[in-house]
Every structure is written in structure tokens, then in C-alpha cells.
């Protein structure tokens, strides 16, 4: 099966630029993470969806970065203004198999780069 | 609250030798563990996993069991090679579906 699709690989804008990400996850998964990999540190998620019902954005600077996933499937995370600090990897994963042991599946993220 | 907590690294080791890498985790209830890999210049994979208390989760040489007593998740494997350099991240699935991740251990083999 195709895995989790991700574009743009690469990005570099400079400060106060906006920029979209998209993520298209695997066929049939119902549940889908955007999180942010800052250099040296672990995952950190910024939206959890269900379908397209936002299950938890609680970490998600809402005053810059808003996601969404309309149909259910594929997803967009943008980012405006960008900060210098949010350079980093963002990364889209899927949930698949049964609830509480299921396995994530992730894309190969898309690193940002703000100068 | 939900929390994953590994060793701090990076990990050098010389080809052939064990590797440990230790794996700690607070929880509400009785999560699921994992740990994934992201090699370099990849995206995260599942390389094991483990549902209950007891088990033993193995892939690629690579083992892990579940301690409730403990609440622990170490990572071994009895011969490293080159091609495990990566980092290695341990997680914990939570109440609807929420995935805790820890910070990440690198490990770096060299022949």
C-alpha cells in the first residue's frame, strides 16, 4: 500500500512569510497528526484529527499556524507569520490497526527552514 | 498525565557490541508502548511494539518487554551493526489515540 505522501520535502522562507504543508495519509486511515520535530528533540504534536473533526489542537499556536482536512483524507498545515523558531521538521502520520495498539505510519516530513 | 522518558545520548558503540537503551513511562491506565526509528534522512518507522504487561515486542534483532512493575520499555539487541545507526524513539499510545514520544536516542556504530 502507498504510504504517507508529504510536500513540500523542503522549504525555506524568511521571518513573517507564510507557508502550507500538505499530507496525504494512507487509504482508509481515519486518524491524522501533524507534529513538529524540533533538531534533538522528540515529536511534538500540534493537531490530532478524526475524519475531519479536530480531536485535540492544544498545542497548536493558534495565533500563527491553523490546519485543516476537509474531506476527511488528505490535510494542510500552514504556518502565518512564520517565526525563526518554528524551523523544524513537520512531520504527518496515520493511525492504523485497532485503537490503543495501533501503529502510526509516518511521512518523511517537510523541513522548514525560516531566515 | 502521560509521559515517555529515555536515556539521554548519543550512543557510540563499536560494531558487535550490546546496546541498551532505556526506556521509562508514566500512565494513566495500561498503554501500548513502542519504539520507532528514523534513519537518517527517513521518517519515522515502527520497529516494535508491545499491547500488555509481559510482553515482548522483537524486530530486525531488536527487543523490548513490556514491565509494569517497573514501568519500563528498554531497548536491546545482542550484536549491533552499522546500519543501526539512527535515532531511536520510545512511545506511549494514551486514551484516544493520543502518542506520547520520548526525546530521542542517538546511536552511532562504527565498524
Known amino acids: 500500500e502507498a504510504g504517507v505522501a508529504q510536500s513540500p520535502r523542503y522549504k525555506i522562507i524568511e521571518k513573517r512569510q507564510s507557508v502550507a504543508f500538505w499530507c496525504n495519509p494512507i487509504?482508509?486511515?481515519?486518524?491524522l497528526y501533524w507534529y513538529q520535530q524540533i533538531l534533538g528533540q522528540g515529536p511534538k504534536l500540534l493537531i490530532q484529527?478524526?475524519?475531519?473533526?479536530?480531536?485535540?489542537d492544544s498545542q497548536l499556536p493558534k495565533d500563527r499556524f491553523s490546519a485543516e482536512r476537509l474531506k476527511g483524507v488528505d490535510s494542510t498545515l500552514k504556518i502565518q507569520p512564520a517565526k525563526l523558531e518554528d524551523s523544524a521538521v513537520y512531520l504527518c502520520?496515520?493511525?492504523?490497526?485497532?485503537?490503543?495498539?495501533?501503529?502510526?505510519?509516518f511521512g518523511e516530513g517537510s523541513r522548514l527552514t525560516v531566515l | 498525565g502521560n509521559s515517555v522518558t529515555q536515556m539521554e545520548g548519543p550512543v557510540t558503540l563499536s560494531e558487535e557490541a550490546f546496546l541498551t537503551i532505556n526506556c521509562t513511562y508514566t500512565?494513566?491506565?495500561?498503554?501500548?508502548l513502542f519504539w520507532y526509528v528514523q534513519y537518517p534522512g527517513e521518517g519515522l518507522q515502527l520497529l516494535l511494539k508491545a499491547t500488555k504487561a509481559d510482553d515482548k515486542g522483537s524486530n530486525k534483532g531488536f527487543e523490548a518487554t513490556y514491565r509494569k512493575e517497573t514501568t519500563s520499555f528498554h531497548l536491546e539487541k545482542g550484536s549491533v551493526q552499522v546500519s543501526d545507526s539512527a535515532v531511536y524513539f520510545c512511545?506511549?499510545?494514551?486514551?484516544?489515540?493520543?502518542?506520547?514520544f520520548g526525546t530521542g536516542t542517538s546511536l552511532t556504530v562504527i565498524p
Open positions: 487509504s482508509g486511515h481515519a486518524t
Open positions: 502520520a496515520s493511525l492504523g490497526g485497532p485503537t490503543f495498539s495501533g501503529e502510526l505510519f
Open positions: 500512565a494513566t491506565g495500561y498503554p501500548s
Open positions: 512511545a506511549l499510545i494514551a486514551t484516544g489515540n493520543q502518542f506520547y
Open positions: 484529527f478524526q475524519n475531519n473533526g479536530v480531536v485535540d
